[in-house]
């Protein structure tokens, strides 16, 4: 590391800890809330909307991508919910005026809606985060299914409710077929191999054997027993991308099927199948019938939306355009996904919607005249004031990441790029403190021995050889006279004795004489350079 990037690197290291650090707290209090939700009793625990981001109260934006459509139909009304990609709205007269239904629901992508047949107060909104519920028309809603209920894939594609056993409602999902017995409070999977890891599109009961499922997926037809506990595939020789399925009350039943490849219709319980080639039609988006009429059915596709009276043998286009779509001639129409037509009650007429991605058509007389409606403009906004959530679902939202929005999930990339980065950091100071650190002792090594050298060459200097040899002479002159001395006084032994003690003398002092002169040549370059006087021309050697 150069040392200059070792300060940003040190800020960038505590910054990323703090941050990582903060995440990993928000994370696993709120995954310790949800463990102890019921101990807590955090869902009797409201939180007001002062508290809550705007989103949960207000949506913003004009056009809405249709994504579901559903009824509640009685003698004097019927009322009519449209699912988007961004909440559900519903209106009570005919279309003209649309409410945004939000109270507990927010702004949920609803991809599917069920409606109780017998408790019209009974709704299911299906969602990409699961299934929410309302017990009062629309008007709030206070269930919501997930993870926590079985329901281990939350992604709805399609809801059901089975007529006889409103308790028991059946969930399409992304990851297979699901069902509750519980009006909704636990799932579980179909468990059936067959059915495993299926993408399934949509759900439905047979109109001619009402105690038989059928399902699909984009490639395959699934179709279930009397008991729904045992699954047979279906029409294998249809072709695959299958985009939905209508049956009949007939008998033998008679079925309509629309893939990418186009229209194919039996009409006797799919042993045989004709391809519809009056209009050509490929790339069939969606078909629905005419629940007055048998006979009546309706088919969009890549060439437009049309409608034939006598089960698809001549067809009638009645796609909205600017020559029948009243006072909105200039509206892009993109495709039709969605269809509905409601049965006429007794003060009202049936009416025929359609949903694309641009928004939601109506006509009353069957598509001869349509009139769109802008459901953006119609989006409530409540007052944070006036709204609730309870503390449980917060936690929740927090947990999950939707309380901060799409960005949260760029949040936890990036926390998990941090503490990579984290962790790279640490190691490169960890790296620069040891090289630093390895650095700095040789810096010292070098300087030690350095200064060693300058003592050593700075003894050399201080040498004297001529004095050093002057007092080797003068020593042993002085032991050449005390011999003689001791010769002349004592007895021959002690003589002895004192010859061999001025000899060892003698030898050592030749020793120090002698590594004083290799301790000086190996200092000559360290020193001035002018060579020591020879030591075999001394007169000591």
Not at 109 to 134: C, N
Not at 278 to 297: H, M, Q, V, Y
Not at 374 to 387: A, C, I, K, Q, V
Request: some cysteine.
């Amino acid at each position: 590391m150069i040392t200059r990037y070792f300060n940003p690197t040190r800020t960038l290291h505590k910054w990323l800890g703090l941050a990582c650090f903060l995440f990993v707290i928000v994370l696993s209090a709120s995954g310790i809330l949800l463990m102890h939700t019921d101990s807590l009793e955090l869902s009797k625990r409201m939180v007001g909307g002062k508290f809550l981001p705007e989103k949960y109260f207000h949506v913003t934006g004009i056009n809405r991508s249709i994504q579901s459509l559903a009824y509640i139909s009685n003698e004097e009304q019927f009322t009519i919910f449209a699912g988007t990609d961004h909440g559900l709205f519903r209106t009570i007269d005919s279309g003209k005026n649309w409410t945004e239904s939000k109270k507990g629901l927010f702004n949920q992508d609803i991809r599917a809606l069920a409606v109780d047949p017998k408790d019209s107060q009974l709704i299911y909104a299906g969602t990409p985060k699961g299934i929410f519920k309302s017990e009062d028309r629309g008007e709030s809603w206070t269930e919501w299914f997930d993870q926590a209920s079985g329901l281990t894939n939350t992604f709805i594609n399609d809801l059901l409710i089975d007529p006889n056993q409103a308790e028991t409602i059946y969930a399409a999902t992304r990851g297979g077929l699901f069902v509750s017995h519980e009006g909704g409070d636990l799932w579980e999977s179909t468990d059936n191999k067959i059915l495993k890891n299926e993408n399934i599109q949509t759900i439905q009961f047979s109109a001619a054997h009402p105690q038989q499922l059928i399902i699909n997926s984009k490639k395959n037809i699934f179709r279930s027993t009397d008991d729904k506990k045992l699954w047979e595939k279906k029409w294998s020789d249809i072709p695959k991308s299958i985009s939905s399925i209508i049956t009949i009350e007939t008998d033998p039943e008679f079925i309509f099927i629309g893939t990418e490849k186009g229209f194919y219709k039996s009409f006797n319980g799919g042993l045989n199948w004709l391809k519809d080639k009056n209009k050509n039609l490929k790339k069939i988006f969606s078909i629905a019938r005419n629940t007055e009429d048998n006979s009546g059915i309706l088919l969009s596709s890549n060439k437009g939306l049309f409608y034939s009276i006598n089960s698809g043998d001549t067809w009638l286009e009645i796609t909205p355009n600017k020559s029948n779509l009243a006072r909105e001639g200039r509206i892009k129409i993109t495709q039709i996904n969605n269809i509905l037509v409601t049965t006429a009650s007794k003060n009202q007429a049936s009416l025929l919607l359609v949903g694309s991605k641009t928004g939601l058509f109506i006509s009353n007389n069957n598509g001869a005249l349509w009139r769109f409606v802008n459901l953006g403009d119609s989006s409530n906004t409540l007052s944070p004031n006036d709204f609730r959530m309870d503390l449980g679902k917060l936690v929740t939202e927090i947990h999950t990441g939707r309380f901060f929005g799409t960005y949260f999930y760029w949040v936890v990339d990036i926390a998990t790029i941090g503490m990579i980065g984290l962790a790279i950091s640490g190691l490169m100071i960890i790296l620069y403190r040891k090289k630093i650190k390895k650095t700095s002792l040789s810096r010292n090594r070098s300087l030690d021995e350095k200064n060693e050298v300058n003592q050593i060459t700075d003894m050399a200097k201080s040498f004297n050889n001529e004095d050093i040899y002057d007092r080797a002479n003068h020593i042993n002159n002085h032991l050449k006279k005390f011999k003689t001395i001791y010769k002349n006084s004592k007895t021959k032994e002690e003589t002895r004795k004192i010859d061999e003690h001025i000899s060892t003398l003698d030898t050592k002092i030749q020793l120090i004489v002698k590594e004083i002169n290799d301790f000086s040549a190996m200092t000559q370059n360290a020193s001035s350079n002018q060579p020591f006087p020879d030591k075999k021309s001394h007169p000591y050697n």
